[in-house]
T-cell receptor, first 116, second 113 residues
């Protein structure tokens, strides 16, 4: 079945530094990938949609300059949290969707970011 | 825009009893519907999905859901709860031509021995 690998699983960083999270589709080509943020005991909040080779589409209220998304290939999307602050601490999850006719969304295992 | 409603954030069920999680959707076109399960500090695992084929959908771990257009519902059931079913469950909807998944608020299922 479709597998999405997300790394790292957890990361602790100092305020002001940047952190990169990778999301890879291992056995299929993902034309579209999604990045979500999840607060404790809450649902997933869509941050942005990235399409291979084009700029990401950000949801309202999500800072483009803080959350940089790159989808340079059909199997890799990255989310970089720039100049991280404690309020950016959260659980970040990516998901990928395949090509035409695929109704599936496969999720990564998530990244727990703690900014100290 | 499509949306889903899940009522009752916490659901307690006795081991061996029926699990019933309710999901109602709103969509302007025929929807695609999904149920996901999430264990602590993990991503989402697909339980089952409805994509306009059979209205009764069977998924993994003994779960199933029935699509009822007249009621705009896609409730999730399992005849007999196991301790391992304790987790967070999310209903989600998407539409043809729209890549986005809209999630419900989730149900935290607690299984009582």
């Amino acid at each position: 079945g479709a597998v999405v690998s997300q790394h790292p699983s957890w990361v602790i960083c100092k305020s002001g530094t940047s952190v990169k999270i990778e999301c890879r589709s291992l056995d299929f080509q993902a034309t579209t990938m999604f990045w979500y943020r999840q607060f404790p005991k809450q649902s997933l909040m869509l941050m942005a949609t990235s399409n291979e080779g084009s700029k990401a589409t950000y949801e309202q209220g999500v800072e483009k300059d803080k959350f940089l998304i790159n989808h340079a290939s059909l199997t890799l999307s990255t989310l970089t949290v720039t100049s991280a602050h404690p309020e950016d601490s959260s659980f970040y999850i990516c998901s990928a969707r395949g090509g035409q006719g695929s109704y599936g969304y496969t999720f990564g295992s998530g990244t727990r970011l703690t900014v100290v | 825009a499509q949306s889903v409603t899940q009522l009752g954030s916490h659901v307690s069920v006795s081991e061996g009893a029926l699990v019933l999680l309710r999901c109602n959707y709103s969509s302007s076109v025929p929807p695609y519907l999904f149920w996901y399960v999430q264990y602590p500090n993990q991503g989402l695992q697909l339980l089952l999905k409805y994509t306009s084929a059979a209205t009764l959908v069977k998924g993994i771990n003994g779960f199933e859901a029935e699509f009822k257009k007249s009621e705009t519902s896609f409730h999730l059931t399992k005849p007999s709860a196991h301790m391992s079913d304790a987790a967070e469950y999310f209903c989600a909807v998407s539409e043809e031509g729209n890549n986005r998944l809209a999630f419900g608020k989730g149900n935290q299922v607690v299984v009582i021995p």
